[in-house]
């Protein structure tokens, strides 16, 4: 009797899912290598890859941090109010972009937005006020209602609403369907619906976009001095002005202190918020 001719063995579920595996791992490193590409690109092209640029600038950077050595904090009591401006401007600009956020938030989210009509609106408006740097609306405010701290409260939160509207909306869009259309069945309004089912999910998230948003504000803040609009920032461009490098870096210090104090007191506050 002849052995029989082997039959050729189908592939099996193992060897398909290596092969799936093999080829989603080459697309991944083509991105990769696309994305390093667009990267090293830019790079260049901003003189970021020129050693002979970047090494011409050391001596300088050098020269200008013996200079600024030891920092000098005779004027620290003339800092206290800027501090405090500061403090009261990025807090003041993070409520003013979280109360008009929340309903903003509501209509820019697909699944609550009265009408399509709406939504594209209410995207619109939080694109152009992201796409506007709070550095610029600084200037506009400051030549509008004066120096202070308005104009950087105004800048501060007109800017945040287009970032944080965008977060709230997203949260909004990312609920649990299952609670929403129990209030529906249970014969709630649509306000009932948002109130009662939608906002307790997201309740935690918007604290939390919040309290990040407030320490971004704090950071900005300290910038938007720099454009007359009070603050710690107005008293470090005094001293650049005047070249006096070691009173800028005593400032850069005690504004360094103060961005450490607020990201601890942020993280106890999104611990309780949790």
């Known amino acids: 009797m002849q052995p029989s ?3 050729p ?18 697309r991944r490193l083509l991105q990769l290598l696309i994305v ?4 090293l690109i830019a790079a260049w092209y901003v003189g970021l890859l020129n050693a002979g640029t970047l090494a011409e600038g050391v001596p300088a950077i050098m020269t200008l941090a013996r200079e600024s050595f030891p920092p000098d904090f005779r004027n620290a009591a003339d800092w206290f109010l800027p501090l405090v401006d500061t403090l009261a401007m990025s ?4 409520a003013v972009a979280v109360l008009f956020s929340v309903p903003l938030a509501f209509l820019a989210a697909r699944n609550t937005s009265p009408h399509p009509l709406v939504f594209q ?3 619109v408006l939080l694109n152009a006020l992201r796409s506007v740097p709070e550095l610029i609306m600084g200037i506009i405010f400051v030549a509008a209602v004066g120096f202070g701290a308005l104009p950087g409260v105004l800048a501060l939160g007109l800017h945040s609403i287009g970032m944080v509207g965008k977060f709230f909306a997203e949260a909004i869009e990312h609920v649990d369907e299952a609670p929403v259309e129990a209030a529906r069945a249970a014969g709630a309004s649509p306000l009932q619906v948002l109130y009662h089912a939608v906002l307790p999910q997201v309740m935690p998230q918007f604290a939390d976009v919040s309290i990040y948003r407030w320490e971004y504000n704090f950071r900005a803040s300290t910038v938007m001095g720099m454009v007359g609009a009070g603050g710690i920032g107005f008293e470090l461009m005094g001293s650049l002005r005047i070249m006096q490098y070691q009173e800028v870096f005593a400032i850069l210090l005690v504004i360094l202190l103060m961005v450490t104090l607020v990201d601890a007191l942020s993280g106890r506050l999104r611990k309780a918020f949790k």
């Open 121 to 123: 609106v209410a995207r």
């Open 5 to 7: 001719a082997s039959v």
């Open 91 to 94: 807090i003041a600009g993070t």
């Open 36 to 39: 390093l590409g667009i990267v």
């Open 9 to 26: 063995q189908p592939v099996t579920e193992h060897q398909g899912v290596l092969e799936q595996y093999s080829k989603g791992w080459k």
